[in-house]
Structure formats: C-alpha cells, structure tokens
C-alpha cells in the first residue's frame, strides 16, 4: 500500500498524478480512565440532553466526564468481561440501556437504566451457554435503523443468530444452527436492497423476511480471523467492495469483486497488529467514509504476533482517483501513548460541533479524543 510519505502519489510506477496529500485532522486526548476496559459506547444515559459515555462497570456524566460506577462485572485472566456495549431503549420507556456482550461469562444480556442516578441497574440474560467475542448493533430488518443486535460467538458450536427489542426484552432471530468463525458483519453483497450477513468464510444471503431461517450460505472467501466486516462501494459504481482488519495479526484489507464473480484481495495497511476494532466513519466531513480502527493493546495477553509493539490510533481516508481506482491516505491519530483501540471505536459528534469524535477504550485506559476540525 502507498501510505501517501508525500505530496506526490506514484500510481503502479506507470502513471503519476500530482496529488496532494489530505490536510491532517486535529485530534485532542482526553484521559478519563487509566483503568482496565474493553468496549465503550456513548449515549445519554441521565437524559439531561448531553451525551455520555460507558464503559465497564462505569458511566462517565457530560460534560465534566463525572465517573459513576453502576454494576459490577467479572474479571478474569487480565480482561474485565465487558466485551460489547450497545446502548439501546431495549423496553421502550424513553431510557437508553446497555446490551452487552461477556467472553468469560458466556452471556448477551442487557441493563436496565433505573433513570435516577445512584438507583440500581438490574441485568438480564438474553443469550447463555457460549462466549461472545463482540457484539454490534445492526441493521437487520431493513428499515433503515440498526437497532438490531448480532453477536460473534466465540464457539462455532453456537447459532447464528441476531436479536431485536420484542416483549418488553430482547427476542433471538436463528439464522443458522451453527457459526462460522472470529469476525461477523453486516451488508448488501449481491444488491438486491437486503443486508446480508458476512463471516470469515463466507456471506448468508437475506431472504425476504430476516426474521425466516431460510438463509443461503455462499462460501465466497477465507478471511481468517478478522473483526467486524464491511461491505462498502468504493469506486462508487455499485459495485460491492469487503473492508476488514485482522483481530489477531497484521494487515487491513479489501476484497473488490471482478467481473467474473471472483474476490480479489488489496491490502490497505500491513504496517501494524491487532486491529480488533474498526468503524467506518467520516471524520473529515466531507460524506465520504473512512476507516477508523487502532492498535488493541494485549489482545491475547501478549501473544498475538506484534503484541508489545507501539499503540495507535489511526484513520484511513478514501482517495478517488481518476481512472476508477481508490487508494488510503493514512491519518496517525496518536502513536506510542497509553490508547489503542480495544473491542469498539464509537464516533459520534459528542459536543455538537458538527464533527464526529470518538472513544478509545482498552486494558491501557479510556479515552476521548476529540474533532477539533470545527
């Protein structure tokens, strides 16, 4: 991959354009916690209006970032078992609560907001008997919100499956009796409106009610171990594009469809490991998505390939060039300090001043880094 060193992009030795490279966007870190996390989410948890954010067994109150600590969650063998939090009204009384997803615990389960700070938040399971890796929230039934749920399970013994708010709870939807390995996304892969789900062997097509079983597998690909899988029109020409990261190794990478069905895979960045997170994200402002991951700090403890290697944070702008051809302009949001990018990267425009920031979690700490394009 070029990593853009300089003013000056050098398209297959053959062709060279002048092209200027993308203006940095300035970030400011913000320390809340130097405490052990692995996921994050922002939402507004008192309802006072202000977005907040959670992580662990804490929420953090806008807009001084006051700590309250609300539950209790297991720790275990370096990881405190709180690997997905989604914020989501599960039971239609106005409050956001938390769905979360726990490895050790072998549990999807989802808390309660009680509404006054201080009074307790009660937990209830959703999913038992398999550990979750990570869990995201989805658009599933088409309509355009992605407040459906779909978990990893770490055991291929597990359904697939995906959960939507029904009840007064959380209702699961089967998809197939059994999963397919470390990494889980959603998207229209053959373009006929619906989301598919996508896993590292392969996608299952939607039928025209997700709610059915009667999902078709297509084992399009291997992707190894990788984390959350987009489908995403690079060239802008309708043509579906895969993006995703290897959780546990080096490489961010591309599968571009050809004419002639096949998946031909184009490495983005192979420079660094672990980018167990990924967000699809504009930063810039400009409508153009980009890549928003980070280095997950001891993943497995230590013994991932590249594990003890600087953190960082990075973002991967989309370059359109002439002749239909895409590169990535790399953006080192922050290098060898304490943030890496953990289980989730939420980015939302948390102070209203119409760019997107975003959260960093992981065992080194919390953090709030914040757009100050505007």
Avoid at 2 to 23: E, I
Wanted: aromatic share 10%; proline share 5%; hydrophobic share 35%.
């Amino acid at each position: 991959m070029r990593m853009w060193p300089a003013s000056m992009l050098l398209l297959g030795g053959a062709l060279s354009l002048a092209v200027s490279r993308p203006a940095e966007i300035p970030f400011e870190r913000h320390t809340l916690d130097l405490g052990a996390s692995e996921s994050a989410a922002i939402a507004d948890i008192d309802g006072d209006g202000k977005l907040d954010i959670v992580s662990g067994e804490n929420w953090y109150q806008a807009p001084k970032w006051t700590k309250h600590r609300f539950r209790e969650i297991h720790y275990e063998n370096q990881y405190i078992d709180d690997l997905s939090t989604l914020p989501l009204d599960v039971d239609g009384d106005g409050k956001v609560d938390l769905v979360t997803a726990s490895w050790f615990s072998k549990k999807l389960a989802w808390w309660k907001n009680p509404g006054p700070i201080g009074a307790e938040w009660k937990e209830e399971v959703v999913q038992g008997g398999y550990p979750i890796e990570f869990a995201f929230l989805v658009d599933l039934d088409n309509d355009g919100d992605a407040v459906e749920i779909l978990p990893q399970f770490g055991d291929r013994k597990a359904p697939l499956a995906w959960y939507e708010r029904g009840n007064g709870g959380i209702v699961s939807r089967e998809v197939s009796d059994h999963s397919y390995g470390h990494g889980i996304g959603v998207g229209d892969v053959n373009g006929d409106g619906r989301n598919d789900i996508l896993t590292p062997s392969g996608w299952l097509e939607a039928p025209a009610d997700p709610r059915s079983a009667n999902w078709t597998y297509h084992p399009d690909w291997k992707l190894g171990d990788v984390g959350f899988i987009y489908v995403v029109d690079l060239h802008g020409d309708g043509t579906p594009a895969i993006v995703t990261s290897m959780a546990h190794d080096y490489g961010i990478f591309s599968l571009e469809k050809q004419a002639d069905g096949a998946w031909t895979r184009r490495v983005i960045d192979e420079s660094w490991s672990q980018a167990h997170a990924m967000t699809l994200v504009d930063l810039r402002g400009t409508g153009t998505l980009g890549l928003l991951t980070g280095k997950r700090y001891m993943a497995h403890n230590g013994g991932d390939p590249g594990a003890r290697e600087p953190l960082g944070l990075y973002w991967y702008e989309r370059i359109r060039l002439p002749g239909n051809k895409v590169d990535w302009a790399k953006h080192v949001i922050d290098y060898s300090t304490r943030a890496g990018g953990g289980l989730q990267l939420p980015a939302v425009d948390i102070d209203g001043d119409g760019d997107r920031d975003f959260v960093a979690p992981g065992k080194s700490g919390l953090f709030l880094f914040e757009n100050k394009t505007k």
